[in-house]
């Protein structure tokens, strides 16, 4: 099995400073809404931000649900990068058999089996 690093080198092409995102410019209308009405569904283009930069416009902790472990993964240590955090820490990630999260995990990405379990087990 070959071993490979997932970092910010991973898709060069793909990175862009956060304030670049189309998403930047709506900051605060996003805010507003998801204060207003709890259950809100954000669809943009692909790399518009919505994955890295919605949880960080939140602050607290939350489960973006993606279909692979990879996404996951690659999201949560973009995530870290732009935080300025190791991964764990602040931001963190769960999938299967791997939990990577501490006690001051405030952003967490999950694969959808794992936000499904975690509903079932706490649904607070």
Do not use: W
Request: net charge neutral.
């Amino acid at each position: 099995m070959a071993e490979f690093s997932i970092d910010s080198n991973f898709i060069p092409a793909l990175h862009k400073p956060p304030a670049l995102l189309p998403i930047a410019k709506h900051r605060e209308s996003l805010l507003y809404v998801i204060e207003k009405f709890p259950v809100t569904i954000v669809i943009g283009q692909t790399g518009s931000g919505k994955t890295t930069q919605i949880p960080q416009f939140l602050e607290t902790p939350a489960g973006a649900p993606t279909p692979r472990r990879v996404a996951a993964t690659t999201v949560a240590v973009r995530v870290a990068e732009e935080f300025g955090c190791e991964i764990g820490k602040e931001v963190g990630y769960s999938i299967r058999f791997e939990d990577v999260t501490s006690s001051s995990t405030r952003i967490k990405f999950l694969t959808d089996g794992l936000l499904i379990r975690e509903a079932l087990v706490d649904p607070c």
